[in-house]
């Protein structure tokens, strides 16, 4: 593995080891320290630092005389996306970790775009956006309400696209070569109206965590704006944050 060139090294391992692991059988040795230390090019204290993290989340258990296996998290879903060293999306990474990722897609379609979209995507309001807007469940249960805009003129082909499978990321880089390279993420706190609280399976007015995200390129160009309405008792949001240069 080449270690990313921005950022701390354990963040860079433990996310490369996070997808190893969800491809891994569950109750299978990851390999000795020393072995993995040579593997990554890494200290043992950066590497624990790293398989430290994989052990808090539930992918990973220590056990005396046995080594470090492999588990599945509890019950409990967390709400994932990656821009420490990437720009993933939510499915893209519950996908590596093993979760079992559902997608109905409710609407998809060309409107003009609201006040606060366009404010977003940097467009005049009015001009015209894909709007999707999409149902996601882990392993069967409801978790939340994706809302995504991206302006039309940038990327016709997502008004047609099947997004019931796969990455709203994925498809931009394949189709666009889409740069996503900056994310700037809002979390706020919401209420559930009656029809996002019958797609939930909660009772109306329950509080809904509220997640904003708009990716730039790297030139500072807004590309997607998104707001996703989760579901707070099987969430949580992690951010992991990684300061370079000043």
Known sequence: MTAATAG?????????????????????LLPPEPTLCAEYGVSRI??????????????????????????????????RESFVHRIAGWSSVMAEQGAQVGTTVLQQRVVPAPATVAAELALDVAEDVVELERLRSVDGAPNHVAHSFL????????????????????????????????ARIVVDVGTAAPDEADLLRIAAGSPLLVVRTTVRDSGGNPLVHSFSRLRPDVSQVEFEVSVTGR
Request: proline share 6%; charged share 30%; aromatic share 10%.
């Open 8 to 28: 701390p090294k354990y963040l860079s391992v433990r996310e490369h080891l996070r997808r190893r692991v969800a491809a891994m059988p569950e109750g299978a």
């Open 46 to 79: 950066t590497l624990r630092r790293a398989v430290d993290g994989l052990v808090a989340d539930g992918h990973l258990v220590r056990e005396q005389g046995r080594g470090t296996y492999v588990t599945r998290p509890a019950i409990r879903h967390e709400y």
């Open 151 to 182: 302006p039309a003129e940038l990327y016709p082909r997502a008004a047609e696209e099947d997004f019931s499978e796969g990455s709203l990321y994925d498809f931009l880089r394949r189709e666009y070569g889409a740069d996503l390279a900056h």
